[in-house]
């Protein structure tokens, strides 16, 4: 069997199956099990596949993919920000939108920022800004202990020398810190899926992402509120706090910002054109 005959096998398949972007998981399929690289891919369809490829372990793959179980929790990981993460049900997965968080936390720190990273999950966002900074210290919360175990695990294989700079604290929102603990930067990306509409999303996260991680309350703003209300006990005078949002919420969360005496407040969008990041800035008086 050549190249080309096995991609259009998994592509078609996961097409029958519904699979939401079945081009893009044969070729992450093709690639971490039958050793195909890209280039290979486009320029040399009619290549053999290797004969110590493992086609039973191939048919598996597609068998749970078929399944509406996500590739990543197949694989066992996946990229964000350049770095590898294990992910598993217990936390959500990692997904390419929330690299601008990230990317916008970037742009706001300085040597020796304090990052606080709300409802940290997998770890993703607060790991990968200590790795990509200098001098960095950050803090991860969460409820979930089972997420927070997770992000150990990440933060142990991907910061090495970095490992001291960030520790991860269970506890609901601020409550995981202590009296008068203050940081540079807040950055979270919170659960904001109105319950309502959970039923309605992709059986690859409503079946497989933990609703902790996903059920937002009644209007989707139940931890927009909380966090925003109690980011000045936590956040310097003229820090930042950056929200990742639901395409549909800017308006609201900004209101919300604006309430609470932030200032600068504005709105970033994804690479698609849609509302995603929102930022605030707490005043110096």
Do not use: W
Not at 276 to 283: A, K, Q, S, T
Request: charged share 30%.
């Amino acid at each position: 069997m050549n190249i080309s005959e096995l991609k259009n096998l998994i592509q078609s398949r996961l097409e029958k199956a519904g699979i939401d972007d079945p081009k893009s998981d044969t070729g992450i399929i093709l690639r971490e099990y039958a050793n195909v690289s890209l280039s290979d891919l486009y320029s040399n369809p009619e290549k053999e596949v290797a004969p110590d490829v493992d086609m039973n372990r191939i048919e598996e793959v597609i068998t749970l993919r078929e399944k509406r179980i996500p590739l990543q929790h197949i694989i066992g990981k996946t990229c964000f920000m350049g770095f590898d993460f294990e992910v598993s049900s217990d936390a959500l997965i990692p997904r390419p939108d929330t690299e601008i968080l990230t990317e916008e936390a970037l742009r706001d720190y300085h040597d020796g920022s304090k990052f606080l990273d709300l409802c940290t999950g997998t770890g993703c966002i607060i790991t990968s800004l200590i790795a990509l900074t200098n001098d960095c210290y950050g803090v991860g919360t969460d409820i979930s202990g089972k997420a927070l175990a997770l992000a150990g695990r990440n933060a142990d294989n991907i910061l090495a020398d970095k490992r001291d700079r960030l520790v991860f604290k269970q506890g609901d929102l601020y409550d995981a810190l202590g009296e008068g603990e203050k940081f540079d930067v807040i950055i979270s990306n919170p659960p904001y899926i109105r319950t309502a509409d959970i039923e309605g999303l992709m059986p690859e996260v409503k079946d497989h992402d933990p609703h902790l991680a996903l059920d937002g309350g009644e209007d989707g703003l139940v931890f927009y509120r909380r966090i925003i209300e109690g980011a000045s006990k936590h956040l310097v005078k003229g820090g930042d706090l950056l929200l990742e949002i639901g395409y549909d919420q800017a308006e609201d969360v900004m209101k919300i910002m604006e309430t609470n005496g932030f200032i600068e407040i504005n709105c970033i969008k994804d690479f698609a054109g849609c509302d995603r990041v929102v930022r605030g800035i707490l005043p110096l008086l």
